[in-house]
C-alpha cells in the first residue's frame, strides 16, 4: 500500500479508478481503518465514473500512530478532562494534505461518523478543496442532539480485549449493537474483524482513545456550517443507536444547500444491501454541483 508524506505523518491510502475523473475522498469513522469502506463499494463509484480515494486516519491502520505521555483511555475511564493530542481540524488538515501530495487540487469529501465530522470540519476550513460534501451517521457535535443510547454507550466504553481471538469476537459482539438489525451477518462481520486485525496485528485501542478525545474537544460546528456553500448531502439512518437520528436531521438544517436521506432501517452502519442507495445519492449530488 502506497504512504503519502503529510507534514510529519506518513499516511496509508488506496486509489481506484481513472485519476482523470473526479476525485472523490473517503473519510472513515473513530477506529475504522480505510478497509471500512468495502472495494465493492468504492468500485461502485468507480462504476460511476469518480477516481475514488481512501485511506487511514491517523493513529489507525498504517498510518502514522501518534504517541502521547497522556492515557487518553484510561483519563476520560475515569471522567477526567484531558487535552488531546491532536484536532478534527487537524485530521481534516491531513485529508487536505493528502489531495495536495496527490497532485488534486479539489474533491467530492465523503464522510461517515467521526469521518463525518472530520468532513464537515474539511469544508468548513477548506472550502477551496470542497466540490461537495457528503455527511454519513454523523453529528454537528451539538450536546443536545446525536446522542448514543444507553446499550450503544456501553458497547463503545467496554474494554477491548487485546489478543487476536477474543478481540475478534469482542467487535463482532460489539458491533451487532448499532447495527442495521434487518441486515445483520455475523458471519460477515467476523470476517471483517479479521481483515482489520491482521491487517495491524495489533490492538489500536490507545489511538481510539485519542481520536475519541479529540471528538469530546471539538467545537460545535453547526454554525460554521451555515457558511459551507457547496452541494451538500446528509445520510442517516432511521435506527442508529450510536449517533441517532436528529445529529444527522441537525446537521442537514445546518448547511444552507443541503438534501437530507434517511435510510429506513439503516444503523450505525453501511450493510452492501444499501450500497446501491448511497452511491446514487452521491452521484446525483456530484451532478448537482455541475449545475
Given at each position: 500500500m502506497p504512504h503519502a508524506n503529510v507534514g510529519d505523518l506518513e499516511l496509508c491510502y488506496e486509489t481506484f479508478g481513472n485519476p482523470e475523473d473526479p476525485p472523490l475522498l473517503l473519510i472513515m469513522g473513530l477506529g475504522a481503518q480505510m478497509i471500512a469502506w468495502p472495494e465493492e463499494f468504492c468500485e461502485g463509484l468507480v462504476d460511476r465514473a469518480f477516481f475514488v480515494i481512501r485511506f487511514d486516519n491517523r493513529d489507525i491502520g498504517l498510518s502514522t500512530?501518534?504517541?502521547?505521555?497522556?492515557?487518553?483511555?484510561?483519563?476520560?475511564?475515569?471522567?477526567?478532562?484531558?487535552?488531546?493530542?491532536?484536532?478534527?481540524?487537524?485530521?481534516?488538515?491531513?485529508?487536505?494534505?493528502?489531495?495536495?501530495?496527490?497532485?488534486?487540487?479539489?474533491?467530492?469529501?465523503?464522510?461517515?461518523?467521526?469521518?463525518?465530522?472530520?468532513?464537515?470540519?474539511?469544508?468548513?476550513?477548506?472550502?477551496?478543496?470542497?466540490?461537495?460534501?457528503t455527511s454519513i451517521m454523523s453529528t454537528t457535535g451539538d450536546s443536545d442532539i446525536g446522542q448514543p443510547t444507553p446499550e450503544a454507550i456501553a458497547a463503545i466504553t467496554s474494554a477491548a480485549p487485546t489478543e487476536r481471538d477474543a478481540a475478534i469476537a469482542h467487535n463482532v459482539k460489539i458491533g451487532e449493537v448499532w447495527a442495521s438489525p434487518e441486515y445483520w451477518n455475523p458471519e460477515h462481520a467476523r470476517e471483517r474483524a479479521v481483515e482489520n486485525w491482521d491487517r495491524v496485528g495489533k490492538s489500536q485501542g490507545p489511538g481510539i482513545a485519542r481520536q475519541m478525545a479529540a471528538i469530546l474537544a471539538a467545537t460545535p460546528r453547526t454554525e460554521a456550517l451555515g457558511g459551507v456553500a457547496v452541494p451538500s448531502l446528509v445520510i442517516h439512518g432511521t435506527v442508529d443507536p450510536l449517533v441517532q437520528l436528529d445529529g444527522g436531521q441537525r446537521t442537514a438544517e445546518a448547511l444552507p444547500n443541503a438534501e437530507l436521506l434517511e435510510v429506513e432501517g439503516m444503523g450505525h452502519d453501511m450493510p452492501p444491501e444499501m450500497f446501491a442507495q448511497i452511491i446514487e445519492s452521491i452521484t446525483r449530488l456530484a451532478i448537482r454541483a455541475l449545475s
Open positions: 500512530i501518534i504517541h502521547s505521555d497522556i492515557d487518553h483511555g484510561a483519563a476520560m475511564a475515569a471522567g477526567e478532562t484531558v487535552e488531546p493530542a491532536y484536532t478534527l481540524s487537524e485530521m481534516a488538515a491531513d485529508a487536505a494534505g493528502l489531495l495536495d501530495t496527490l497532485g488534486i487540487e479539489a474533491a467530492h469529501i465523503v464522510g461517515a461518523s467521526m469521518g463525518g465530522m472530520i468532513a464537515q470540519a474539511f469544508a468548513i476550513e477548506h472550502p477551496d478543496k470542497t466540490l461537495t460534501l
